[in-house]
């Protein structure tokens, strides 16, 4: 058992731990939801988080569960904790394949994006929750390449630099032009970014460009995402709807 005195509260953690476990924990979901049996990265995950509230280490899941529950203050509390021990059997259990880790997968992102609402709930401006390393489609890449990015990222939208300016490609549009140079079994696909835009033939959208200190209750979400800049301008990462989830 844990005593509450032992116990990290989410308001004794740092900007730093809270930005990190709200990463890991999306990275984890992230890693479950691309193969739908893979349950124990978020396992890891919350052992590492259960860890770190408790400050000492304990065997398996299980010797986090008081722990981990004690983050939950509100009424999402029981069906957390049922979550969690059914996701603390199946992490116990040797079959880790097939319907029972799909079931598993549904119990461990539902834990997890509970105490990801939990961290969000203590963040307080664009940088804590935008996504880093922001993947551009450059203006020498073929639409085959951007095409390849889109699918491989699972983007809807893929920033564009050219020159001075930002836009955003949407999978409409690329999806639009793609299927046109199929139907005339020819090869434009291989044209640079640049030439299609210079053309006329591919048009990239406005994107909207915001400073990384913007504080969260100030800003509105946006159907498109964000790229967010600092203080010198440099672009630094992109928001979009799915980050506030």
């Known amino acids: 058992m844990c005593t509450l005195e032992v116990m990290k509260d989410l308001h004794e953690l740092t900007l730093e731990e809270l930005r990190y476990f709200l990463r890991l924990l999306r990275q984890a979901r992230y890693a479950a939801l ?42 999402r509390q029981d069906q957390f904790s049922a979550n969690l021990r059914r996701l603390i059997g199946a992490r116990n259990d040797k079959s880790h394949t097939g319907a029972y880790a799909r079931n598993a997968v549904t119990k461990a992102v539902a834990v997890g994006s509970v105490l990801e609402d939990c961290l969000m709930a203590r963040l307080m401006t664009v940088e804590d929750i935008m996504t880093e390393g922001v993947v551009f489609a450059e203006p020498f890449m073929s639409l085959a390449k951007v095409r390849e990015l889109m699918l491989s990222h699972s983007f809807s939208f893929l920033p564009v630099k050219w020159g001075e300016k930002f836009g955003l490609l949407s999978d409409r549009e690329v999806a639009r032009l793609w299927r046109t140079y199929a139907k005339k079994d020819s090869e434009p696909h ?12 591919l048009s990239p959208g406005p994107v909207n460009v915001i400073e990384i200190d913007t504080k969260l209750q100030d800003q509105v979400i946006s159907a498109e995402p964000q790229l967010v800049v600092n203080a010198e301008g440099y672009v630094v990462g992109i928001i979009s709807a799915f980050d506030w989830l």
């Open 34 to 75: 691309d193969d739908a049996e893979d349950f124990i990265s978020i396992c890891f995950a919350l052992e590492e988080i259960g860890l770190r509230i408790l400050g000492e280490k304990r065997t398996g899941l299980g010797g986090y569960q008081d722990a981990l529950t004690f983050w939950v203050k509100d009424a």
């Open 190 to 201: 291989l044209t640079p970014l640049r030439d299609l835009i210079a053309q006329g033939k």
